[in-house]
């Protein structure tokens, strides 16, 4: 069972990255951003749908 939540746990965090990256570069066009936001992945991604309108809070 620790085997399947190690697993759960890796591709969360790449799937943040992925995410991170995603944004990023489609709001900067950037690598340097894209590359810090990857860095930092689910804490950009929260932070970007909280703060653009039509985001978390509608």
Known sequence: ???VRNQ???AGIGLGSAIAV???WSL???LVWAI???FFGWFYVIYYALTRPGGLSG
Do not use: Q
């Open 36 to 38: 810090i936001h990857g």
């Open 1 to 3: 069972m620790s085997e």
């Open 8 to 10: 759960a746990a890796r």
């Open 22 to 24: 995603t944004v990023s």
């Open 28 to 30: 900067h066009k950037s």
